[in-house]
């Protein structure tokens, strides 16, 4: 699919070879998008849209007068058109750029390697302490004009920060005087994509996968630059591109050229090449008779296929592994366990450099009744066992991405092994590409919520980060679906999950808030009344699905589409598949007991972790069906029943759903048409769909609860149901 100019100020080879040969933006009308701001929108520019900023751009042209990135790296290529085009987008006047030429009003970038300017300025001190992918971004004077530096020790940092400029003007932020110092605080912060080969992706709500494996590496769709620009402005820095539930293929020698053509669009923008492989590849694709990861013909088989991808893809980051979870091969295949299965990998990655990601998404059956006990027990058992190259992904909660879960007792537990968080930006269970739900909330509350392991103060965040324990490797991965839907993400607003997790790997303690202003700002422009009430809305919306769908700690209550409510499922292959398994209605109550008088669960958690939760009194409400099983009549603390509490909450939720809907609708005018209309019409169908949660959970708990389903006061009855 072609994009033109006019649609996507976009870091193609024409923008380069035109900045190469000395060309600015002479018109830009011809390399911008046109002004009108209100003007019909697709979604495709994402929050990269550069739109004109009106009559707010003249406080800027003085200070972007110029853009000086001096060397003539892919990376410095790149950040020298990104800035040039941006800048010429947000103000409405051609900013020239080249490699020289400081003046008045430049905009300098680059390394102290590449910019004699910066190494004028002594920066190499505060530089280092930031690392490569830190930089620096300051109002100074260099032969005595007043500039503005972003500068780091490492290309993609400075990069970064060229696009952490961009954002300040994109937001409307002073940049007169400028003094900012920032450094991720993670190393790795990955995208999990999961897509297969033949173009579908699994559990993708946006269309089919961008990757075009039949064309490539011939062809290279100009949507993998945007992809990789549109991660780098949020400062992912790697990708595993296919589905962890992995075909071997991706390893062969047909699909390694076309995986190294792609690696080699994302390499200027810092985004490193990363592969799911599966376990079982020496069999099914190199044709032993074994996987056995202590067999020496399959590490040698690995090791000969690590290096043949090194040959192709130098910075290849490494393997993400789904071993012996949902019918995936594993070690286990072999009477091995995962340490074993995890360090025959590592072995071939070692000398050079590559990482194993092996995911702790594992549930067998025989290790314990409880499903969110089983990866705790398996892993807690080999913390000590994995080499250093190993690390391992957890996902936010113990069962699979609920709308609400407690935080994984993974966390903190393992103190020798590099542990990463896996979020998921795809909304699998939060109403995919048809609900309105911002989940910067969901992370915060995840990276906040304390897990004690060396006293107060052990959030999740510091377990990841290495504050807690000492780490070389620190990592938060989200698995993401943007796919060939023109917006990338299905939803408009979904877009803002892959936003979101970018900017929460990169800062953990972010607030949901200012990310979510940041987004709104750069996708529907800075209009004071506009970003209030877009910001208002994406707040509450988590919290809002959580109420239509599964509340007071309720989980799983769907079906195999993991969308529409479906409490009475109760036959599927698993037992801890289907809902029943977790909400356990009948007569006597519902609830999961995970406390110490039930199966345990809290005692995988740390003891204030493990108390607060056991305690009636003292565990939040939001959990309470998670690790309590009550009776119908139980009192919570609104002085409610239980019964007429989950009532109030479903009503609570569906009605303030219909309120996202009138709120958007007063935005008709300030909103583009085109973008406003998509969303309005993703919002019948939730509005249909909350009432539908309601009333089919409700109905379904009310033949075990046998009291009086009476809608809240001010509630209208709930209409019969129509399945969703
Ligand atoms: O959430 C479940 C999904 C599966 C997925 C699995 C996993 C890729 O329903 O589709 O498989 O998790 O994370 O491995």
Request: net charge neutral.
């Amino acid at each position: 699919m072609a994009v033109t100019r006019r649609e996507f100020v976009s870091t193609t080879l024409a923008g380069l070879a035109m900045l190469d040969s000395g060309l600015a933006w002479a018109d830009p009308a011809q390399a911008i998008a046109p002004g009108a701001t209100l003007g019909a929108e697709d979604g495709y520019r994402l929050w990269l849209r550069y739109a004109p900023l009106g009559s707010q751009a003249e406080v800027y042209r003085s200070a972007v007068r110029r853009i000086v990135v001096e060397g003539s790296s892919p990376t410095a290529d790149v950040t020298r058109t990104e800035l040039a085009s941006g800048m010429a987008g947000l103000l409405g006047v051609a900013v020239p750029a080249g490699r020289d030429g400081i003046q008045a009003g430049s905009v300098v970038v680059g390394t102290p390697a590449t910019s004699s300017a910066i190494r004028g300025l002594n920066l190499e001190p505060a530089l280092k302490a930031l690392g490569p992918e830190g930089y620096i971004i300051r109002s100074v004077r260099v032969a005595n004009q007043p500039v503005t530096v972003v500068a780091s020790l490492g290309e993609v940092g400075a990069l970064y920060g060229a696009f952490h400029l961009l954002r300040l003007v994109q937001t409307a932020q002073p940049i007169a005087t400028l003094d900012v110092s920032e450094r991720p605080k993670v190393t790795l912060r990955l995208l999990n994509h999961w897509d297969n080969l033949n173009g579908t992706i699994e559990r993708g709500y946006a269309g089919r996968s961008l990757w075009n494996w039949a064309s490539l590496p011939d062809t290279l769709d100009p949507r993998y630059v945007d992809y990789a620009r549109a991660n780098a402005s949020i400062g992912i820095n790697g990708a595993v591109v296919n589905n962890v539930n992995a075909d071997v293929r991706v390893l062969s020698p047909e699909y390694l050229p076309k995986v190294a053509a792609l690696a080699n669009v994302f390499r200027p923008y810092g985004v490193k090449m990363y592969l799911s492989a599966n376990f079982a590849a020496p069999v099914r694709l190199g044709g032993l008779t074994t996987a056995d990861p202590l067999d020496a013909g399959v590490l040698a088989w690995w090791k000969a296929k690590v290096d043949e991808i090194y040959r192709l893809v130098p910075d290849f980051g490494g393997f993400c592994v789904k071993a012996n979870s949902e019918g995936q091969p594993g070690p286990k295949d072999y009477n091995r366990n995962h340490a074993e299965g995890a360090n025959m990998l590592a072995e071939a990655f070692a000398p050079h450099g590559g990482n194993v990601i092996w995911r702790a998404f594992i549930y067998d059956e025989d290790v314990d009744p409880d499903r969110a006990k089983r990866a705790y027990i398996e892993f807690t058992k080999l913390d000590g066992q994995f080499k250093p190259n190993v690390l391992v992904q957890v996902k936010n909660g113990a069962i699979d991405f609920m709308p609400r879960e407690p935080f994984h007792p993974l966390f903190g537990a393992l103190e020798k092994t590099p542990v990463l968080a896996e979020i998921q930006g795809t909304q699998e269970y939060l109403g995919q590409a048809r609900h309105l739900v911002y989940l910067g909330t969901m992370w915060e509350e995840f990276f906040k919520a304390d897990t004690h392991v060396k006293g107060p103060g052990s959030t999740v965040g510091r377990t990841l980060d290495g504050s807690i324990h000492p780490s070389r490797v620190t990592g938060i991965v989200s698995v993401v679906n943007p796919g060939l839907d023109r917006n990338w993400s299905g939803h408009h607003f979904s877009q803002s999950n892959w936003y979101a997790s970018g900017r929460l790997a990169w800062n953990h303690e972010l607030t949901a808030r200012a990310v979510a202003d940041e987004w709104t700002r750069m996708t529907f422009g800075n209009q004071p009344a506009t970003v209030d009430t877009v910001v208002d809305m994406m707040m509450r919306s988590r919290e809002i699905f959580v109420n239509y769908t599964m509340p007071i700690g309720l989980h799983h209550l769907i079906g195999g589409d993991h969308y529409a409510p479906m409490p009475q499922n109760a036959k599927s292959q698993r037992a801890d598949w289907t809902a029943t398994y977790y909400h356990q209605a009948s007569k006597d109550g519902i609830g999961f007991d995970r406390t110490m008088r039930g199966n345990g669960a809290v005692g995988q958690y740390a003891p204030a972790v493990r108390d607060r939760f056991d305690n009636l009194q003292t565990c939040p409400e939001e959990f309470l069906l998670w690790f309590h099983r009550l009776p119908w009549t139980y009192r919570v603390k609104s002085g409610r029943t239980l019964w007429e509490e989950l009532i109030v909450k479903y009503y609570q939720g569906a009605t303030d759903a219909a309120g996202l809907q009138t709120t958007w609708q007063s935005l008709a005018g300030r909103v583009d048409p085109q973008r406003h209309k998509e969303v309005a019409d993703r919002l019948v169908i939730q509005v249909e769909h909350a009432a539908q949660w309601r009333d089919q959970i409700l109905t379904y708990f009310q033949q075990f609860s046998g009291m009086p389903l009476n809608p809240p006061a001010g509630s209208s009855a709930p209409p019969v149901s129509r399945g969703v």
